[in-house]
């Protein structure tokens, strides 16, 4: 064996390493993830509240896909339009149901108005820096830019997607968590309504993305209803770290409103301005955003 194929062998037997030493993390993770989950339903009426909601938007994220099953492809320019109308939802639902109770929170505290312009400011920076940490750390696919990640080489596309997908609905589970936790009841099922309404054209567009790119109908459907299942978890798991202290709370609605953010400027309106339909891309953003404030505003 000459140098090169030694040398080779040796990256290759390195990359397995790697590669199980993740997936063994994984592991442990999730069975930490689940762990923290059933602690928290234990007498939390607001994690029990946020699991529902959380149900509630990934059951919204299924039915987005259905129509999959049935219809032609659809349009480029009508996955761009869903994409927009996804981003205007979240970016008003960090807004008005996230950074706004997350400021007055501080504020009904004692804190100054520094004091919570910092405070939540920072939470907000903390949040976008994680979801920058997992999406260079974790291997994931993106439907239009590609593969990104740590190994992304060695997993299977629809590994990749899933990951991508998972990392996209990570904050919204997290948000309808804390914002059980934070609000009152009213605002958070507006903030829980809201995610869910702009899950089912997600939905619909994940598993037709899925399609186009070379999935089955079935494995596309499958993997879209699979991607809501991290919201009820996520929701759990917010509910349940604010629920221990109110002072966590504001820390917790700016975190989940910077990883909000940052979903939206870094995954969802790129692709939805990659195609060429920026005008159809920025109508649905703003058809989003108004309707989430609307729904805000009127059940708050």
Same mark, same amino acid.
């Given at each position: 064996?000459?140098?090169?194929?030694?040398?080779?062998?040796?990256?290759?037997?390195?990359? !397995?390493? @790697?590669?199980?030493?993740?997936?063994?993390?994984?592991?442990?993770?999730? %069975?930490?993830?689940?762990?923290?989950? %059933?602690?928290?339903?234990?007498?939390?009426?607001?994690?029990?509240?946020?699991?529902?909601?959380?149900?509630?938007?990934a059951l919204a994220t299924a039915l987005g896909t259905l129509p999959v099953l049935?219809?032609? !492809?659809?349009?480029? !320019?009508?996955?761009?339009?869903?994409?927009?109308?996804?981003?205007?939802?979240?970016?008003?639902?960090?807004?008005?149901?996230?950074v706004i109770p997350g400021l007055d929170a501080v504020r009904q505290a004692g804190?100054?108005? %520094?004091?919570?312009? /910092?405070? &939540? +400011?920072?939470?907000?920076?903390? +949040?976008?820096?994680?979801?920058?940490? $997992?999406?260079? $750390?974790? *291997?994931?696919?993106?439907?239009?830019?590609? !593969? =990104?990640?740590?190994?992304?080489?060695?997993?299977?596309?629809?590994?990749?997607?899933?990951?991508?997908?998972?990392?996209?609905?990570? *904050?919204?589970?997290?948000?309808?968590?804390?914002?059980?936790? /934070?609000? =009152?009841?009213?605002?958070?099922?507006? $903030?829980?309504?809201?995610?869910?309404?702009?899950? &089912?054209?997600? /939905?619909?567009?994940?598993?037709?993305?899925?399609?186009?790119?070379?999935? /089955? @109908? #079935?494995?596309?459907?499958?993997?879209?209803?699979?991607?809501?299942?991290? =919201?009820?978890?996520?929701?759990? &798991?917010?509910?349940?770290?604010?629920?221990?202290?109110?002072?966590?709370?504001? %820390?917790?609605?700016?975190?989940?409103?910077?990883?909000?953010?940052? &979903?939206?400027?870094?995954? #969802?309106? *790129? =692709?939805?301005?990659?195609?060429?339909?920026?005008?159809?891309?920025?109508?649905?953003?703003?058809?989003?955003?108004?309707?989430?404030?609307?729904?805000?505003?009127?059940?708050?």
């Amino acid at each position: 064996m000459n140098d090169s194929s030694a040398c080779a062998a040796r990256a290759t037997q390195r990359m !397995r390493l @790697r590669t199980r030493i993740g997936l063994a993390i994984s592991i442990l993770g999730l %069975w930490a993830l689940c762990a923290l989950v %059933w602690n928290g339903l234990q007498n939390n009426p607001a994690a029990r509240g946020a699991l529902l909601a959380g149900g509630v938007a990934a059951l919204a994220t299924a039915l987005g896909t259905l129509p999959v099953l049935l219809a032609q !492809r659809p349009s480029e !320019r009508l996955q761009d339009t869903l994409f927009g109308f996804g981003a205007g939802v979240m970016l008003a639902a960090c807004a008005f149901s996230l950074v706004i109770p997350g400021l007055d929170a501080v504020r009904q505290a004692g804190g100054s108005a %520094w004091a919570a312009s /910092g405070s &939540v +400011g920072t939470a907000i920076l903390l +949040g976008g820096l994680v979801l920058l940490a $997992l999406d260079k $750390l974790l *291997p994931h696919e993106h439907f239009i830019k590609g !593969r =990104e990640g740590a190994s992304a080489q060695q997993l299977r596309r629809t590994w990749l997607f899933v990951i991508a997908i998972a990392l996209h609905n990570i *904050p919204e589970g997290l948000a309808i968590g804390v914002g059980y936790a /934070g609000n =009152e009841g009213l605002r958070a099922n507006a $903030l829980a309504i809201g995610i869910a309404i702009q899950d &089912v054209p997600e /939905g619909f567009v994940v598993a037709a993305a899925l399609l186009a790119a070379g999935y /089955g @109908r #079935i494995l596309a459907v499958a993997i879209g209803m699979a991607s809501g299942l991290v =919201e009820p978890m996520g929701a759990v &798991v917010g509910a349940s770290i604010v629920g221990h202290s109110a002072m966590l709370l504001p %820390w917790g609605l700016g975190f989940a409103a910077g990883a909000m953010l940052f &979903v939206i400027s870094h995954e #969802i309106i *790129p =692709e939805s301005h990659r195609k060429g339909h920026e005008v159809f891309a920025t109508a649905g953003l703003m058809l989003g955003f108004v309707m989430m404030m609307v729904l805000d505003t009127a059940l708050a």
